[in-house]
């Protein structure tokens, strides 16, 4: 399928990529399909296998709606908590893909991302919805830095 944004102009969407958003994004009700988009991977940081890292959330009905969004367990390996799969209606957990919302905050003219742990998105890929639940675990920040390895190696 063939999507329209105003970011990247015309993309070519995998319908496998396609996740309807039953309760909407909390803050973005009107959020009903998106697209996940592979962004590549967090530089410096270890590519996962077979998947990227890095994914920008498409509204399918708002060219101009997307988020950034982060596999957690790349920038936070200690990433950690339990999923309700009956609550979410999932049926394996092997069917699961977590992802966080990336902010860009600005501190002194330097763009920092963070990410929003206490927030994730529960990707069920078998059913091809995604829904974000709100962790009641005060461990998780909801801006927490995600540092970005950058070489310094002169070439």
């Avoid at 102009?9 to 909407?24: F, I, T, W």
């Avoid at 296998?49 to 950034?68: C, G, R, V």
């Avoid at 990433?79 to 600005?106: K, P």
Wanted: proline share 6%; glycine share 6%.
């Amino acid at each position: 399928m063939l999507l329209e944004t105003t970011r990247f102009g015309v993309v070519e969407v995998d319908e496998a990529e396609v996740y309807a958003v039953p309760g909407g994004i909390p803050g973005f009700p009107e959020m009903k399909r998106v697209a996940l988009l592979g962004a590549g991977n967090v530089p410096g940081h270890p590519p996962l296998e077979n998947q990227h890292s890095l994914y920008w959330m498409h509204d399918l009905d708002d060219e101009n709606l997307a988020f950034m969004c982060v596999v957690p367990w790349v920038a936070f390996p200690e990433y950690d908590f339990d999923i309700d799969d009956e609550t979410l209606g999932v049926e394996d957990l092997a069917d699961v893909r977590v992802l966080t919302l990336v902010s860009v905050r600005r501190e002194d003219g330097v763009g920092q991302l963070t990410t929003n742990l206490r927030a994730p998105i529960v990707v069920d890929t078998r059913k091809q919805r995604l829904q974000q639940i709100i962790l009641n675990d005060s461990r998780w920040p909801i801006r927490a830095l995600v540092t970005v390895l950058v070489s310094t190696e002169v070439r």
